[in-house]
């Protein structure tokens, strides 16, 4: 399996760490309810189909990668920076 | 305990201890490996600060005479070079041990400057069969119409994570090992060279 | 026909002709008691026990494709019981006393090879560890020697003692422990359910599961609706598929696990061999091909087959703890794919759809939780309440957390 | 029985010429050289072959026919096919180190001096005792073990098993290390073409002309496939000679790489290959330098499948006894190595193609008796030469018995209309359509799709960026794959950005593929195989069907078919075509096995390459490792890390004396210890304390500059994933230090933490692992010597620097360091960190300068001593199992702020008053020794799973109080101070009563760490 590392291009899966799902959000700060981190830390969709999930190219650039990759064929539709998706996704939560 | 003295602050390159110089592998006809042990030079991590890029970019242009390169890209200048290692990160590297030590004074704000100049041991590989033996370990394709004179890439050769950068068309590449790994490293690198015939010599700084 | 020495001898001398199918092929009633969900290892077990300690009779198992192509078809074949945790450890001790008296209970020859499973050790860390293990285990009645080096070179001299980057220091041997083919498994469940009145429905896939009054009444599948009373999942490798149906999340992950097999040798090793300094175990199967193995590639998959860094990493694992295999030659790699659960550990638990029961969550150690797995789950259906000897893999214990990590890496499945 | 065969096989050869010595050798043709003579063994007797040969090539040269035994009947076998198809001709290669079982002869160049060896029978291959078991094959039938064995139970381990395990298997493996060494190569290309036959030449041609970067893979030493086979034209040209041109033109393209005797194993995801070079497998050793075998890894943008086809064998009685042969293999061995492979050969075909081998043994002076062909009708012209080499022809007629002991003297033949009759020969070549080889392109799980045409399967949806060509692909015809070829090698190239031409269309001699394939003959006496090396018979299939075993999956696993060393290449059509019989349904309905990788059997050696031994995984040195090395010191292995574990001196005889002294200098006078394999991470920019903050459980935004504190990292499910220090250097400049066992994973946890969790926050960070060598000096004269080595203007003084201070400070006049106040020994203590290149000359100047007070060097041995006299928890408690509150630090959880693992942490389970806490531990008697791994029990309770209250995590022998000590786990330990239980070690023979105590056995109040 190769991943395109938005800065390193085509690289073995080898050189990068898997961590998973990347849609659940830390229910961050002081109120987050325990039933939430639950959900966060534990639960998972594992869909058989496209998964956004979250990769860290280790032996290279050490960027942390939203790969989004069926898992059914492991076809890639996309790699993304995480640190850029991340902060679409509060910029989201941010409307109100 | 014997052989504690001397107490003169003597510098040790990562590769003391490692290597030996000299004609080693295929033994007919040249070498078809060169590698160079680099003394030890000036290195640095530099990390942009968020939204400084652009102000970052003037001051190194300022200071070395080469702007930030782009992703896998390397700049080189006498008066230092500058390679890229990450998003928003590059390492500069200056020909004498105190280089560098102008810069984290110069680029406070803008960027954060980080000793590496001890982390690293460098090894320049050239030779005819240099890209050959390179491809040995490194998975990245090294054709010259993807991968030339001035492209960098971090990546890992047997299991040891390291950055390569090309210097000219020779091919000539360095390559940076994590000091504690020169041990290993050169191990690989050897086997891999033994083939082509291999020649070392120490470069000093 | 009872399967013995002399039926097979009468049979040879009529050109085997009165043999007939393992089990029934059968097609789906209107309704059943109790459904089990999947045709592998654990459906078939659960389907066993319930026909033959609960007296279910009135039982189906459906299977989306044919008996035992799933996980019970695709594992390294290792059974043992030399776990550390006590939720895990009598489970399994139970799991390991049933494979010893499985031929009898279903006369079937799945060549239970008590042949011995020796993990090994590298550093006083490890040493440690495998102490605290051990003793655990005898604390449970189950058998656990502590080797050091002299003694593990005795039973596998072949392995590199002198010249390793992580030299062998002893080894954790469970001699109970060993092999048993795995396929023959099934099929001798198969052939006992089946013997026991259970309608075993091969090409048979679920498409959804109904509920009324939030209990559940049966299940739609590619051959018509089915009822039910009771259904139960033991679909490893799809169980999160299975619950989106009745739109629960599970504390799940579908990870590929590749295993490998060499081409056959006269016999080399009469152990099951794991390295503790990498990924790599091995035993030698009755045919005589090397079998091997090695970690999870470590990403959500589906797709059954695994990638070369993965590959590579085993056969380094090989090559280091055993450098004779040089010459050896794969055959063949395969991949299966893992329900790898949040800690490590199985769920075998009533859901809170009345009715509704889940077998999931074997990670890559469900081979030889089989016949525990279907003696617990068909208790746990039968009486609508786990066993004791299940008691610890409640669906609820991530929220109380009572979890059961016994590799201590937290909720990241890729790392049990 | 045997006709004149028996005469060559049976006689050792005396050394004269090679032409005497090599009966079926051919006048002349073949692509080999007459005058380069290989002598070589088998089975202990000298035979000599030639230049380009196999080794069964040569042992058919030699008249050797006989070469192995069947996996379970033992049964004679002999050389099946040409290629690496065969399921018969295995054999030991070498001998020793060296020796290589289940080879296939008919792969294995011919070199000077190869010894080789038959396999599985004993005492020899022509009277071999276990052939009895042909006898009993009527009670060995599929799945016989399945349903006897039983009694009594324990019978199977010390009886059954070990005589099935001594009967099975195959080959002998080499009872030493690999003395070979294996080689690594990543390549990257524009179009790998997969296969060197027609097809793929062409492909390539037409790849290469465009500019493409082309990588061409073939099994062979050289690259051609049938073309080297059989007699075609191209054009005007000879198939050989069009082939050597090819090569030619291809290895002048500067973009083109051929790699030859390279088998492309394994497809994998996004357009990754892997493929085995045989470097130097045709020759006795590898020369220096050289690896014996180089495993490419390949990624290419566009693949073309152009691996051709295997021919089918026919399933009829007795169709396994040598000399009975695939009929493109017949040919292959008379044109391609000038061997005939007997003298009166009969053929029995279903396709065209197979009439091709009359003319082509005639032509090289044999005698063809017969054709038989089971089709009725033929097309007009195909018998041409067999009219005119006099054999009979048979249509409407089919094999259905042979006979000869033990290579093939007579076949029977059965008409139409039932009438049998019994015809001479020698060899039966069989020629029953061809099979795509579709391996590859079912190893990303496509599924091949059945093209009713051939009666084959093709490749089906392919994985992205592959094309099948040629005979791959069900187009058998060569100008079919030539053009084929081309086409697709232009597309590709184009697909990459190339302009290509499309070649004009090949002519060729005439040809034709018309086929009926026949996936059983008419029953004989004899077994019919189906399944060659597994001895699967057809009878064995319709018990399968009888059971229940139906589905393919069910058919192979139940009967073994297709699972042996060739993975049923020559053996799985036909075992689905007879399903399809029994069954009633049409072929396709029955199934496709799935082919898994490896497409041929890989060298595990090949795969793992450098990674062996020592260079199993790398090892990292620390700064002192040579001073260390040099003066004697024991090593121990943490992580990657070889790190000084204890540093004997002359006397020393038990290394717990050796640590003991290192302890008590520590205590009494001073110690250095190397810790520069702790993680240490650079943490700068205006929001650094927030990600700490958010990342550590205890709070730090309190944290004055110049100081350190200890920090706790949790992961998000609540249980401690590490410890170490923050030091605050600067307002926004951080320096944190992580466990050397988990410096990686923290680095990469606030890698998560900066990039995804938080984003917005301005931080940058980098590991200074490498960059700084950081040595503990302990002991009361610590800072004593520490002035010695420091710049004389920075002051150390109790108040100037007192317990947790950290400053960037100068050493040995000007060098900039960084001195840390903090202590894991409980002794007044630093940690200096020196850059590395720095560090050995710091570790001999601390040494020097600490001489005087005694100064000892020490090594993690004594570091875990002293911590655990301290009751500092480290990995043996951190163990990823172990909460805050577990380790008693449980405290220092910050209530205030959110952390990564606040909330979970809180889970009742992990609340509970009864679960296990850190204690101390030691035993009631002094003289006892405990050991980690123990586990708790009450004093007079009987072991058993209740009883189990926690174990002990780490031990030490502490200098300071003469006995053993530990720290362990206990429920509700920390209310059982001063109770007794048991550390309860059955492993290891250990039974110590211990009191349970506080976890900290020196200085409980700290005093000494303050002066």
Same mark, same amino acid.
């Given at each position: 399996?190769?991943?395109?590392?938005?800065?390193?291009?085509?690289?073995?899966?080898?050189?990068?760490?898997?961590?998973?799902?990347?849609?659940?959000?830390?229910?961050?700060?002081?109120?987050?309810?325990?039933?939430?981190?639950?959900?966060?830390?534990?639960?998972?969709?594992?869909?058989?189909?496209?998964?956004?999930?979250?990769?860290?190219?280790?032996?290279?650039?050490?960027?942390?990668?939203?790969?989004?990759?069926?898992?059914?064929?492991?076809?890639?539709?996309?790699?993304?920076?995480?640190?850029?998706?991340?902060?679409?996704?509060?910029?989201?939560?941010?409307?109100? | 305990?014997?052989?504690?003295?001397?107490?003169?602050?003597?510098?040790?390159?990562?590769?003391?201890?490692?290597?030996?110089?000299?004609?080693?592998?295929?033994?007919?006809?040249?070498?078809?490996?060169?590698?160079?042990?680099?003394?030890?030079?000036?290195?640095?991590?530099?990390?942009?600060?968020?939204?400084?890029?652009?102000?970052?970019?003037?001051?190194?242009?300022?200071?070395?005479?080469?702007?930030?390169?782009?992703?896998?890209?390397?700049?080189?200048?006498?008066?230092?070079?500058?390679?890229?290692?990450?998003?928003?990160?590059?390492?500069?590297?200056?020909?004498?041990?105190?280089?560098?030590?102008?810069?984290?004074?110069?680029?406070?704000?803008?960027?954060?400057?980080?000793?590496?100049?001890?982390?690293?041991?460098?090894?320049?590989?050239?030779?005819?069969?240099?890209?050959?033996?390179?491809?040995?370990?490194?998975?990245?394709?090294?054709?010259?119409?993807?991968?030339?004179?001035?492209?960098?890439?971090?990546?890992?050769?047997?299991?040891?994570?390291?950055?390569?950068?090309?210097?000219?068309?020779?091919?000539?590449?360095?390559?940076?090992?994590?000091?504690?790994?020169?041990?290993?490293?050169?191990?690989?690198?050897?086997?891999?060279?033994?083939?082509?015939?291999?020649?070392?010599?120490?470069?000093?700084? | 026909?009872?399967?013995?020495?002399?039926?097979?001898?009468?049979?040879?001398?009529?050109?085997?002709?009165?043999?007939?199918?393992?089990?029934?092929?059968?097609?789906?009633?209107?309704?059943?008691?109790?459904?089990?969900?999947?045709?592998?290892?654990? @459906?078939? %077990?659960? !389907?066993?026990?319930?026909?033959?300690?609960?007296? *279910?009779? &009135?039982? +189906? #198992?459906?299977?989306?494709?044919?008996?035992?192509?799933?996980?019970?078809?695709?594992?390294?074949?290792?059974?043992?019981?030399?776990?550390?945790?006590?939720?895990?450890?009598?489970?399994?001790?139970?799991?390991?006393?049933?494979?010893?008296?499985?031929?009898?209970?279903?006369?079937?020859?799945?060549?239970?090879?008590?042949?011995?499973?020796?993990?090994?050790?590298?550093?006083?860390?490890?040493?440690?560890?495998?102490?605290?293990?051990?003793?655990?285990?005898?604390?449970?009645?189950?058998?656990?020697?502590?080797?050091?080096?002299?003694?593990?070179?005795?039973?596998?001299?072949?392995?590199?003692?002198?010249?390793?980057?992580?030299?062998?220091?002893?080894?954790?041997?469970?001699?109970?422990?060993?092999?048993?083919?795995?396929?023959?498994?099934?099929? @001798?469940? %198969?052939? !006992?359910?089946?013997?026991?009145?259970?309608?075993? *429905?091969? &090409?048979? +896939? #679920?498409?959804?599961?109904?509920?009324?009054?939030?209990?559940?009444?049966?299940?739609?599948?590619?051959?018509?609706?089915?009822?039910?009373?009771?259904?139960?999942?033991?679909?490893?490798?799809?169980?999160?598929?299975?619950?989106?149906?009745?739109?629960?999340?599970?504390?799940?992950?579908?990870?590929?696990?590749?295993?490998?097999?060499?081409?056959?040798?006269?016999?080399?090793?009469?152990?099951?061999?794991?390295?503790?300094?990498?990924?790599?175990?091995?035993?030698?199967?009755?045919?005589?091909?090397?079998?091997?193995?090695?970690?999870?590639?470590?990403?959500?998959?589906?797709?059954?087959?695994?990638?070369?860094?993965?590959?590579?990493?085993?056969?380094?694992?090989?090559?280091?703890?055993?450098?004779?295999?040089?010459?050896?030659?794969?055959?063949?790699?395969?991949?299966?794919?893992?329900?790898?659960?949040?800690?490590?550990?199985?769920?075998?638990?009533?859901?809170?759809?009345?009715?509704?029961?889940?077998?999931?969550?074997?990670?890559?150690?469900?081979?030889?939780?089989?016949?525990?797995?279907?003696?617990?789950?068909?208790?746990?259906?039968?009486?609508?309440?786990?066993?004791?000897?299940?008691?610890?893999?409640?669906?609820?214990?991530?929220?109380?957390?009572?979890?059961?990590?016994?590799?201590?890496?937290?909720?990241?499945?890729?790392?049990? | 029985?045997?006709?004149?065969?028996?005469?060559?096989?049976?006689?050792?050869?005396?050394?004269?010429?090679?032409?005497?010595?090599?009966?079926?050798?051919?006048?002349?043709?073949?692509?080999?050289?007459?005058?380069?003579?290989?002598?070589?063994?088998?089975?202990?007797?000298?035979?000599?072959?030639?230049?380009?040969?196999?080794?069964?090539?040569?042992?058919?040269?030699?008249?050797?026919?006989?070469?192995?035994?069947?996996?379970?009947?033992?049964?004679?076998?002999?050389?099946?096919?040409?290629?690496?198809?065969?399921?018969?001709?295995?054999?030991?290669?070498?001998?020793?180190?060296?020796?290589?079982?289940?080879?296939?002869?008919?792969?294995?160049?011919?070199?000077?001096?190869?010894?080789?060896?038959?396999?599985?029978?004993?005492?020899?291959?022509?009277?071999?005792?276990?052939?009895?078991?042909?006898?009993?094959?009527?009670?060995?039938?599929?799945?016989?073990?399945?349903?006897?064995?039983?009694?009594?139970?324990?019978?199977?381990?010390?009886?059954?098993?070990?005589?099935?395990?001594?009967?099975?298997?195959?080959?002998?493996?080499?009872?030493?290390?690999?003395?070979?060494?294996?080689?690594?190569?990543?390549?990257?290309?524009?179009?790998?073409?997969?296969?060197?036959?027609?097809?793929?030449?062409?492909?390539?041609?037409?790849?290469?002309?465009?500019?493409?970067?082309?990588?061409?893979?073939?099994?062979?030493?050289?690259?051609?496939?049938?073309?080297?086979?059989?007699?075609?034209?191209?054009?005007?040209?000879?198939?050989?000679?069009?082939?050597?041109?090819?090569?030619?033109?291809?290895?002048?393209?500067?973009?083109?790489?051929?790699?030859?005797?390279?088998?492309?194993?394994?497809?994998?995801?996004?357009?990754?290959?892997?493929?085995?070079?045989?470097?130097?497998?045709?020759?006795?050793?590898?020369?220096?330098?050289?690896?014996?075998?180089?495993?490419?890894?390949?990624?290419?943008?566009?693949?073309?499948?152009?691996?051709?086809?295997?021919?089918?064998?026919?399933?009829?009685?007795?169709?396994?006894?040598?000399?009975?042969?695939?009929?493109?293999?017949?040919?292959?061995?008379?044109?391609?190595?000038?061997?005939?492979?007997?003298?009166?050969?009969?053929?029995?075909?279903?396709?065209?193609?197979?009439?091709?081998?009359?003319?082509?043994?005639?032509?090289?002076?044999?005698?063809?008796?017969?054709?038989?062909?089971?089709?009725?009708?033929?097309?007009?012209?195909?018998?041409?030469?067999?009219?005119?080499?006099?054999?009979?022809?048979?249509?409407?007629?089919?094999?259905?018995?042979?006979?000869?002991?033990?290579?093939?003297?007579?076949?029977?033949?059965?008409?139409?209309?039932?009438?049998?009759?019994?015809?001479?020969?020698?060899?039966?070549?069989?020629?029953?359509?061809?099979?795509?080889?579709?391996?590859?392109?079912?190893?990303?799980?496509?599924?091949?799709?059945?093209?009713?045409?051939?009666?084959?399967?093709?490749?089906?949806?392919?994985?992205?960026?592959?094309?099948?060509?040629?005979?791959?692909?069900?187009?058998?015809?060569?100008?079919?794959?030539?053009?084929?070829?081309?086409?697709?090698?232009?597309?590709?190239?184009?697909?990459?950005?190339?302009?290509?031409?499309?070649?004009?269309?090949?002519?060729?001699?005439?040809?034709?593929?018309?086929?009926?394939?026949?996936?059983?003959?008419?029953?004989?006496?004899?077994?019919?195989?189906?399944?060659?090396?597994?001895?699967?018979?057809?009878?064995?299939?319709?018990?399968?069907?009888?059971?229940?075993?139906?589905?393919?999956?069910?058919?192979?696993?139940?009967?073994?078919?297709?699972?042996?060393?060739?993975?049923?290449?020559?053996?799985?059509?036909?075992?689905?075509?007879?399903?399809?019989?029994?069954?009633?349904?049409?072929?396709?309905?029955?199934?496709?096995?799935?082919?898994?990788?490896?497409?041929?059997?890989?060298?595990?050696?090949?795969?793992?390459?450098?990674?062996?031994?020592?260079?199993?995984?790398?090892?990292?040195?620390?700064?002192?490792?040579?001073?260390?090395?040099?003066?004697?010191?024991?090593?121990?292995?943490?992580?990657?890390?070889?790190?000084?574990?204890?540093?004997?001196?002359?006397?020393?005889?038990?290394?717990?004396?050796?640590?003991?002294?290192?302890?008590?200098?520590?205590?009494?006078?001073?110690?250095?210890?190397?810790?520069?394999?702790?993680?240490?991470?650079?943490?700068?920019?205006?929001?650094?304390?927030?990600?700490?903050?958010?990342?550590?459980?205890?709070?730090?935004?309190?944290?004055?500059?110049?100081?350190?504190?200890?920090?706790?990292?949790?992961?998000?499910?609540?249980?401690?994933?590490?410890?170490?220090?923050?030091?605050?250097?600067?307002?926004?400049?951080?320096?944190?230090?992580?466990?050397?066992?988990?410096?990686?994973?923290?680095?990469?946890?606030?890698?998560?933490?900066?990039?995804?969790?938080?984003?917005?926050?301005?931080?940058?960070?980098?590991?200074?692992?490498?960059?700084?060598?950081?040595?503990?000096?302990?002991?009361?004269?610590?800072?004593?010597?520490?002035?010695?080595?420091?710049?004389?203007?920075?002051?150390?003084?109790?108040?100037?620097?007192?317990?947790?201070?950290?400053?960037?400070?100068?050493?040995?006049?000007?060098?900039?360091?960084?001195?840390?106040?903090?202590?894991?020994?409980?002794?007044?203590?630093?940690?200096?960190?020196?850059?590395?290149?720095?560090?050995?000359?710091?570790?001999?100047?601390?040494?020097?300068?600490?001489?005087?007070?005694?100064?000892?060097?020490?090594?993690?041995?004594?570091?875990?001593?002293?911590?655990?006299?301290?009751?500092?928890?480290?990995?043996?408690?951190?163990?990823?199992?172990?909460?805050?509150?577990?380790?008693?630090?449980?405290?220092?959880?910050?209530?205030?702020?959110?952390?990564?693992?606040?909330?979970?942490?809180?889970?009742?389970?992990?609340?509970?008053?009864?679960?296990?806490?850190?204690?101390?531990?030691?035993?009631?008697?002094?003289?006892?020794?405990?050991?980690?791994?123990?586990?708790?029990?009450?004093?007079?309770?009987?072991?058993?799973?209740?009883?189990?209250?926690?174990?002990?995590?780490?031990?030490?022998?502490?200098?300071?109080?003469?006995?053993?000590?530990?720290?362990?786990?206990?429920?509700?330990?920390?209310?059982?101070?001063?109770?007794?239980?048991?550390?309860?070690?059955?492993?290891?023979?250990?039974?110590?009563?211990?009191?349970?105590?506080?976890?900290?056995?020196?200085?409980?109040?700290?005093?000494?760490?303050?002066?």
């Amino acid at each position: 399996m190769r991943i395109d590392c938005p800065c390193c291009g085509l690289r073995d899966n080898g050189e990068f760490t898997y961590l998973g799902d990347a849609s659940p959000a830390r229910p961050d700060g002081m109120d987050a309810s325990p039933a939430a981190m639950l959900d966060y830390v534990y639960r998972r969709d594992n869909p058989a189909g496209p998964h956004r999930e979250l990769w860290y190219h280790g032996a290279g650039c050490r960027s942390w990668l939203v790969v989004t990759r069926d898992t059914r064929t492991h076809d890639i539709a996309e790699v993304a920076f995480a640190r850029d998706a991340a902060r679409a996704r509060d910029a989201e939560k941010a409307v109100p | 305990m014997s052989d504690s003295a001397p107490t003169t602050w003597q510098q040790r390159s990562g590769w003391a201890g490692v290597t030996q110089t000299g004609r080693f592998g295929r033994a007919g006809g040249d070498p078809g490996v060169r590698l160079d042990l680099l003394g030890r030079q000036a290195l640095a991590t530099i990390i942009v600060r968020p939204g400084e890029e652009a102000a970052l970019d003037r001051l190194m242009q300022e200071r070395l005479g080469v702007a930030l390169p782009a992703t896998g890209r390397a700049a080189f200048a006498s008066a230092g070079s500058l390679v890229w290692s990450a998003p928003g990160q590059w390492l500069v590297m200056g020909p004498a041990a105190s280089a560098l030590a102008d810069l984290p004074q110069r680029l406070a704000g803008v960027a954060a400057v980080t000793d590496q100049s001890d982390g690293r041991a460098l090894v320049r590989v050239g030779g005819a069969d240099a890209r050959a033996l390179l491809a040995k370990g490194v998975s990245i394709d090294l054709h010259p119409s993807v991968f030339a004179a001035g492209a960098t890439a971090v990546t890992s050769v047997a299991h040891i994570n390291i950055q390569l950068w090309q210097v000219d068309d020779a091919p000539t590449y360095v390559l940076a090992v994590p000091r504690g790994f020169a041990g290993s490293f050169w191990s690989w690198l050897t086997a891999a060279a033994a083939e082509y015939g291999y020649d070392v010599q120490q470069v000093p700084a | 026909m009872r399967y013995s020495l002399l039926s097979v001898l009468q049979q040879a001398f009529k050109g085997q002709r009165d043999w007939t199918p393992q089990w029934r092929d059968a097609a789906p009633k209107a309704s059943y008691d109790v459904i089990i969900v999947g045709g592998g290892g654990h @459906g078939l %077990a659960t !389907a066993y026990y319930l026909a033959e300690q609960h007296g *279910i009779r &009135n039982v +189906a #198992v459906l299977e989306r494709s044919h008996v035992g192509s799933g996980n019970i078809g695709r594992n390294t074949t290792i059974v043992r019981s030399n776990y550390l945790l006590p939720g895990n450890v009598p489970f399994y001790e139970k799991s390991m006393q049933l494979w010893e008296r499985l031929e009898q209970d279903i006369n079937y020859n799945a060549m239970v090879s008590q042949r011995g499973v020796l993990n090994l050790y590298h550093t006083d860390g490890q040493r440690d560890a495998y102490a605290r293990r051990g003793n655990g285990m005898r604390i449970n009645g189950i058998d656990a020697e502590l080797l050091d080096q002299d003694q593990v070179r005795a039973m596998v001299p072949f392995l590199d003692f002198d010249n390793a980057r992580f030299p062998i220091q002893g080894g954790l041997l469970q001699r109970r422990g060993g092999t048993v083919r795995h396929d023959a498994v099934a099929w @001798g469940y %198969a052939r !006992a359910a089946s013997d026991r009145g259970v309608d075993i *429905i091969q &090409n048979c +896939a #679920v498409t959804g599961i109904r509920r009324e009054n939030g209990r559940v009444v049966g299940v739609d599948t590619t051959r018509g609706y089915i009822g039910a009373k009771k259904v139960g999942l033991a679909v490893a490798g799809a169980s999160s598929q299975l619950a989106a149906m009745v739109d629960m999340r599970l504390p799940i992950e579908s990870h590929v696990l590749t295993a490998f097999v060499s081409e056959g040798l006269k016999p080399l090793i009469d152990t099951v061999v794991t390295f503790g300094a990498g990924h790599f175990y091995v035993s030698q199967s009755d045919k005589g091909g090397l079998v091997f193995g090695g970690d999870i590639d470590g990403y959500n998959s589906y797709a059954s087959r695994g990638n070369l860094a993965t590959i590579e990493d085993v056969m380094e694992g090989g090559m280091a703890l055993w450098p004779g295999l040089g010459r050896l030659r794969v055959l063949r790699h395969w991949g299966g794919v893992m329900d790898m659960s949040m800690d490590g550990s199985p769920i075998i638990d009533k859901t809170h759809i009345e009715g509704l029961y889940l077998n999931a969550g074997w990670c890559y150690g469900g081979f030889k939780a089989t016949p525990a797995s279907g003696f617990c789950f068909a208790h746990t259906i039968a009486n609508d309440a786990p066993h004791a000897l299940n008691a610890a893999f409640r669906l609820d214990r991530f929220a109380t957390g009572a979890v059961i990590d016994e590799k201590g890496v937290g909720a990241q499945p890729n790392l049990h | 029985m045997s006709l004149a065969l028996d005469r060559a096989t049976s006689a050792a050869a005396p050394a004269t010429s090679p032409a005497t010595l090599q009966p079926f050798r051919t006048a002349a043709g073949g692509l080999i050289d007459r005058s380069q003579p290989l002598p070589f063994t088998f089975d202990g007797h000298a035979y000599t072959g030639v230049a380009g040969d196999t080794l069964a090539s040569a042992l058919l040269a030699n008249g050797v026919r006989l070469v192995g035994r069947s996996f379970k009947y033992h049964r004679p076998r002999g050389i099946l096919s040409a290629g690496s198809e065969e399921p018969n001709a295995l054999v030991e290669l070498r001998t020793g180190a060296r020796r290589e079982p289940n080879t296939r002869a008919t792969v294995a160049e011919l070199y000077e001096g190869l010894e080789t060896a038959s396999q599985n029978r004993w005492p020899s291959l022509r009277y071999d005792a276990l052939s009895i078991n042909a006898l009993a094959a009527p009670v060995f039938a599929a799945g016989f073990y399945y349903k006897t064995f039983m009694w009594p139970a324990s019978f199977w381990e010390k009886l059954y098993e070990p005589l099935i395990r001594r009967a099975a298997g195959l080959g002998r493996a080499a009872e030493a290390p690999d003395p070979d060494h294996y080689d690594r190569m990543h390549a990257h290309c524009d179009v790998l073409v997969i296969g060197g036959g027609p097809a793929g030449l062409a492909a390539a041609l037409a790849a290469g002309r465009a500019g493409a970067r082309v990588i061409l893979v073939d099994e062979e030493a050289t690259p051609g496939g049938r073309l080297l086979a059989e007699r075609r034209t191209i054009g005007a040209l000879a198939g050989t000679t069009w082939a050597g041109d090819a090569i030619g033109e291809l290895r002048a393209m500067p973009d083109v790489r051929i790699l030859s005797r390279t088998t492309l194993f394994g497809v994998y995801d996004h357009g990754q290959y892997g493929a085995i070079e045989r470097v130097s497998d045709h020759v006795a050793v590898p020369e220096e330098h050289a690896p014996r075998q180089r495993y490419w890894r390949i990624a290419a943008k566009r693949a073309i499948l152009a691996a051709g086809a295997i021919e089918r064998p026919h399933v009829f009685g007795g169709n396994d006894r040598p000399g009975v042969m695939l009929a493109g293999a017949v040919r292959a061995y008379i044109n391609k190595y000038g061997v005939l492979p007997g003298r009166e050969f009969a053929v029995f075909t279903t396709s065209d193609d197979g009439w091709r081998t009359v003319a082509d043994a005639v032509a090289a002076g044999a005698r063809v008796v017969a054709v038989i062909d089971s089709r009725f009708e033929v097309r007009a012209g195909l018998t041409q030469a067999a009219v005119a080499a006099g054999a009979r022809i048979m249509l409407g007629a089919q094999v259905i018995d042979t006979a000869g002991r033990p290579e093939l003297a007579a076949i029977t033949v059965m008409s139409d209309a039932g009438r049998t009759e019994t015809i001479r020969c020698d060899c039966l070549a069989m020629a029953n359509g061809w099979n795509p080889i579709v391996h590859l392109d079912s190893h990303l799980s496509r599924k091949p799709v059945w093209d009713a045409r051939i009666s084959a399967f093709v490749p089906g949806g392919l994985p992205g960026g592959m094309t099948a060509v040629g005979a791959a692909k069900g187009q058998f015809l060569l100008s079919d794959c030539l053009d084929g070829g081309a086409r697709a090698g232009a597309a590709a190239a184009a697909d990459c950005g190339f302009a290509a031409v499309s070649p004009p269309p090949y002519t060729t001699d005439p040809e034709s593929d018309a086929h009926e394939p026949l996936w059983r003959a008419r029953a004989g006496r004899g077994k019919a195989f189906v399944d060659f090396q597994n001895d699967v018979a057809a009878t064995d299939i319709e018990l399968a069907h009888r059971e229940g075993f139906r589905a393919v999956e069910h058919l192979k696993r139940y009967t073994t078919l297709g699972m042996a060393t060739d993975q049923g290449k020559t053996s799985n059509m036909a075992g689905l075509g007879i399903m399809a019989e029994l069954t009633g349904q049409p072929l396709p309905q029955v199934g496709t096995t799935v082919f898994r990788p490896p497409f041929t059997p890989v060298a595990i050696g090949a795969l793992a390459g450098h990674h062996r031994g020592q260079d199993f995984r790398a090892t990292r040195h620390t700064p002192s490792h040579g001073w260390a090395e040099a003066n004697g010191a024991v090593f121990v292995t943490s992580g990657q890390w070889l790190r000084a574990a204890y540093f004997p001196q002359t006397g020393e005889t038990d290394w717990l004396e050796t640590v003991r002294r290192e302890v008590s200098t520590v205590r009494s006078a001073v110690g250095i210890c190397d810790v520069s394999t702790f993680g240490k991470i650079d943490i700068q920019g205006r929001d650094a304390i927030k990600l700490i903050d958010k990342v550590c459980a205890n709070a730090f935004a309190s944290l004055p500059v110049g100081k350190a504190r200890y920090a706790i990292v949790l992961r998000e499910d609540g249980f401690v994933m590490d410890d170490g220090t923050v030091t605050r250097l600067g307002d926004t400049h951080f320096v944190m230090t992580a466990s050397t066992a988990n410096a990686a994973r923290v680095m990469q946890h606030l890698e998560y933490a900066h990039q995804w969790l938080y984003p917005h926050l301005d931080v940058q960070m980098t590991s200074v692992s490498e960059q700084w060598a950081q040595f503990a000096i302990a002991g009361p004269h610590a800072r004593d010597t520490l002035r010695r080595i420091i710049d004389p203007a920075v002051d150390i003084s109790n108040e100037a620097f007192p317990f947790l201070a950290a400053a960037a400070i100068t050493v040995g006049g000007g060098i900039a360091a960084r001195l840390f106040r903090i202590s894991f020994s409980g002794e007044l203590a630093y940690e200096l960190a020196v850059p590395a290149g720095y560090g050995d000359a710091a570790w001999r100047a601390i040494l020097n300068a600490g001489a005087s007070y005694g100064i000892t060097p020490y090594g993690t041995e004594a570091l875990s001593v002293m911590r655990i006299e301290k009751g500092h928890v480290a990995t043996a408690e951190i163990n990823g199992q172990t909460t805050a509150r577990d380790l008693g630090l449980g405290g220092m959880m910050a209530k205030k702020k959110d952390f990564i693992g606040r909330l979970m942490k809180e889970r009742p389970a992990l609340i509970e008053p009864e679960r296990p806490i850190v204690v101390g531990v030691r035993p009631v008697d002094p003289n006892d020794r405990i050991r980690a791994g123990s586990h708790f029990i009450g004093v007079d309770v009987t072991p058993g799973p209740e009883a189990d209250e926690g174990y002990l995590t780490s031990v030490a022998f502490s200098p300071v109080l003469g006995q053993w000590i530990g720290i362990g786990l206990l429920k509700n330990g920390a209310q059982r101070h001063g109770e007794r239980v048991r550390a309860y070690d059955p492993v290891r023979n250990g039974d110590v009563v211990v009191e349970i105590c506080a976890p900290c056995f020196v200085d409980p109040k700290e005093e000494k760490l303050r002066v």
